[in-house]
């Protein structure tokens, strides 16, 4: 994940650990930083984007085993979009027969959560590029 206007403390590969992005204590449950193929057959990726490689590491959720509306939230450190905004570029992949959706909020202090990327399905076992624009003049969280 990357929020992009210069080299930011948000960036992050995950490669040596999940960097300052914090697991939401406010969820159902957590995201695992881990590298090769995930523990369900037939979903997640067998490398991760960074290295290419099974021995590359990446952040995923393993949702057998969840309810219905469960989530997992990732959050980044607050930080101020400039007059041009921030770009979060980020690669992901959502790949199995029952993957629900990714979602990527703004959130700013005592302001609802607000959608601001969304994803759903399956997406094929290929990493896939996006990215979005924020705008804000206030303190977020992503």
Known sequence: LTLYT??????????SDICSWMQDTNDDFDWTRASGSTVSVGTGPAVDHT?????????YIEASGQQLNDSAKLMSKS??????????????????????????YARTPGVPDIIIWRMRGNRGPQWNYAQVHITADSPNEV
């Open 79 to 104: 930080f101020t979009a400039t007059n041009a905004g921030v770009c979060m570029k980020f690669w992901y992949q959502m790949y199995g027969s029952s993957v629900g959706q990714l979602n990527i």
């Open 6 to 15: 210069a080299p930011n403390e948000n960036d992050c590969s995950f490669e």
């Open 51 to 59: 290295t290419l490689t099974d021995s590359g590491f990446y952040m």
